[in-house]
């Protein structure tokens, strides 16, 4: 609970003894800096006004600079700017200390631990205020600018956030272009003085739509320093508010906020009281503490939902990776870019590929049944697929009606009695008016027929036009779908959406985004083997990923002749993905007619949990590895996943996380020592043993593979 913190500590720039004496009323009264430590007292956070009145912060871990001093502030449009000429006329300090439980999670509780500083600046020439509020964590700094409501600052536009993040050296960095519009790029391995000379050919090949600068990049942003510190740049509860790039100067390795300008290029239009996202820097000297911090979770506010019994983790199949590969097709004729409201579809024929037809969405509900899956996703359900330019005149999809080979209410007949639900998908071509337009309707619809959670898409430009998928717009109206989906008690997995921050702790029917490169590219010339080694340290620190795992026939081509990518990850691989690509939604993405083949390695993605008590990472290096184990929620099972690079390794790992009291069996899953995820992707062994929390256990992972176990408590089912 809040409370006074002891041990704060103001100060003045250097000014003789007498002075400050003479002075020490004033100087309490209006001190230009201040200092907090973190609970453990490992980080230090210092901030202070320079002279021209600009606010500036440096953070220091273990006694090495993390951040060195940085200026903060926003430049406004048209009015002077919020980045200098201020004084503190208010300092606040307290210390916070709960633990909540997540409505689902890695871990069952959650610590939330932190010494807080709250500085009023006032700057003189405009009279105006605004709130620097600091929270430092053991593990890591948050802090975020606050604007009261005030006579000299009401309703304002932000020109540019100016938050500036100064690092202390040339850090290995893990990154993606800065783009106002995607975030399916293959993340690059570089140091910071090479990101410029890189980003063509990063961009180069990829889903792109702009790269802002050649130096922009987007958040979470991993580095590394030279020395062995890990931090990891990224933002906390977006609401009402841009995202944020980060922009380098490639010679001083300082980092500046760059938000996501709206179709007239302004970065943000806010009304006093208003508040920025918290910008997060998680900071350790071991990577796996990176990714079990939960720092950003902690900076969103707890959930208001009083009844959150209808959000529920979820393993889930799907009429999708047919689509994706070219097998069948979402559209149910093969006409294309024809005007919707031109086609009768009872009159036009039929393509014969369409793969949301009654009869082959009764297979998946089947296999979804017989093999304990919670739900079936089915896309290209609805009419508009052959018009996609229709999306400029809000027509396109209306979310309400099916191909004439979906039968709605027989389908959900169906599902029901096999205790299986069915997932609904709203790809909106990224038309946004004309979905908000059909939102009420849509969702009216689902809870009709019984769909509990649904799957958004924003694929291609914003309509209106101009806007992109991360300004404040865009942000506005994600959230908005969020709330009136909770209203109808439906649960939301967004792609194309813009990258999590912790949200789903306000809103835990956020149960998935994809907002990065998934398993889909694998279908579309492949993610690099080192992908899933380098996503939990990125893209998974805002919250969970709809990867969409379990591709157990690599090579495409089985599918669709005419596609010849193949999956970057031998078959061991992707039944780690479901431990080491934290989710509570998790899809075995292949098809029945493939697992039916693997019945003995698909035992695995069966078996594995979806909602955890315990998580541990047991061995962890960005790029190169990553070993976790995880307590099944309320039982006494736990499973291990672990992904490698295209190199190949051997991970050494100890089972001391296991009741001492207990013996498990524990069913290995791993590569074949001739497994290679380019050359031979589908070698494996499984193997049984009995173990206990003495057990050591070495295990080789092909290049490009890993290994997974499931480890059940001994005579136990
Ligand atoms: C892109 C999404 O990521 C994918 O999952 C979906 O199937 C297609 N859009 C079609 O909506
Ligand atoms: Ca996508």
Redesign the pocket.
Same mark, same amino acid.
């Given at each position: 609970m809040m409370k006074q913190l002891p041990g704060f500590r103001l100060s003045a720039p250097r000014h003789s003894q007498w002075f400050l004496l003479l002075f020490a009323f004033l100087v309490c009264r209006a001190a230009s800096a201040a200092e907090i430590k973190s609970p453990d007292k490992q980080l230090t956070l210092d901030f202070s006004v320079q002279p021209g009145g600009v606010p500036t912060y440096s953070l220091t871990y273990k006694g090495r600079a993390v951040i060195k001093p940085s200026k903060l502030g926003l430049e406004l449009k048209n009015t002077t700017s919020l980045t200098s000429g201020f004084t503190i006329t208010d300092t606040k300090t307290s210390s916070f200390d709960e633990t909540w439980k997540p409505v689902w999670g890695e871990v069952k509780e959650i610590r939330n631990h932190y010494n807080e500083l709250a500085l009023t600046l006032t700057q003189a020439e405009t009279s105006r205020t605004i709130i620097l509020r600091f929270r430092l964590f053991n593990d890591g700094l948050g802090f975020r600018y606050e604007f009261p409501r005030q006579p000299k600052l009401d309703y304002f536009t932000i020109k540019e956030e100016r938050t500036q993040f100064a690092l202390a050296g040339d850090h290995k960095a893990f990154w993606l272009p800065g783009d106002y519009d995607t975030q399916e790029y293959s993340t690059v391995t570089s140091k910071l003085s090479e990101v410029r000379g890189l980003m063509k050919s990063a961009v180069t090949g990829n889903a792109s739509q702009t790269t802002f600068s050649p130096t922009g990049v987007q958040t979470p942003l991993m580095l590394k320093s030279q020395d062995g510190l890990y931090i990891n740049i990224h933002e906390a509860a977006l609401i009402d508010y841009s995202c944020m790039h980060l922009n380098l100067d490639d010679k001083s390795f300082v980092l500046e906020s760059h938000l996501t300008p709206d179709a007239v290029g302004d970065k943000g239009l806010l009304q006093t009281p208003a508040l920025s996202p918290w910008r997060t820097i998680i900071v350790s000297d071991k990577a796996g503490d990176i990714l079990l911090s939960k720092l950003v979770l902690n900076l969103n506010e707890p959930t208001k939902f009083k009844d959150v019994s209808w959000i529920k983790p979820v393993k889930y199949v799907g009429v #999708?990776w047919e689509?994706?590969t070219g097998k069948s097709t #979402?559209s149910y004729t093969n006409q294309d870019n024809i005007k919707l409201d031109s086609i009768d579809y009872r009159k036009v024929k039929p393509n014969g590929t369409h793969g949301a037809n009654t009869a082959h969405v009764k297979e998946y509900i089947d296999f979804a049944a017989k093999h304990g899956f919670d739900a079936v996703l089915v !896309?290209g359900w609805n009419t508009g697929w052959e018009d996609w330019f229709g999306k400029h005149k809000d027509y396109v999809f209306d979310f309400v009606t099916p191909y004439p080979d979906f039968n709605v209410p027989e389908l959900q007949q169906y599902a029901a009695s096999k205790n299986v639900k069915i997932i609904m998908h709203h !790809?909106t071509s990224g038309s946004v008016r004309n979905y908000e337009r059909h939102l009420d309707s849509a969702f009216q619809f689902m809870n009709k027929y019984g769909y509990d959670a649904v799957k958004t /898409?924003y694929?291609g430009d914003i309509v209106p036009l101009g806007h992109h998928h991360y300004d404040q717009w865009m942000i506005d109206h994600y959230n908005y779908v969020l709330k009136k989906a909770a209203d109808h008690h439906i649960m939301v997995n967004g792609?194309?959406a813009v990258r999590p921050t912790g949200l789903a702790r306000t809103y835990p029917n956020l149960i998935g985004n !994809?907002a990065a490169r /998934?398993t !889909?590219y694998e279908s579309f010339g492949g993610n690099n083997a080192d992908h899933t080694t380098i996503l939990p340290f990125t893209r998974l620190i805002g919250g969970p990923m709809d990867y969409t795992p379990g591709i157990f026939q690599t090579k495409v081509s089985a599918y669709n002749p005419q596609n010849n990518s193949f999956v970057h990850s031998t078959l061991v691989r992707q039944l780690a993905l479901y431990v080491t690509m934290y989710s509570p939604l998790q899809m075995a993405a292949d098809l029945p007619e493939t697992y039916n083949k693997y019945l003995d390695a698909f035992q695995f993605i069966k078996d594995v949990a979806v909602d955890w008590d315990d998580t541990k990472v047991l061995e962890a290096e960005p790029g190169d590895y990553i070993t976790y184990a995880r307590k099944a929620k309320g039982k006494s099972s736990w499973f291990v996943g672990s992904t490698c690079d295209e190199n190949g390794r051997t991970s050494k790992i100890s089972l001391s996380f296991l009741d001492p009291k207990k013996k498990y069996v524990a069913t290995i899953y791993a590569d074949a020592k001739d497994a290679h995820y380019e050359k031979n992707p589908q070698a494996y062994t499984i193997r049984k043993v009995t173990v206990t929390n003495k057990s050591k256990l070495s295990q080789y992972c092909a290049p490009g593979g890993g290994y997974a176990i499931s480890l059940i408590e001994a005579g136990s089912k």
């Open positions: #999708w689509m994706i #979402w !896309e !790809e /898409g694929v792609h194309e !994809e /998934g !889909e």
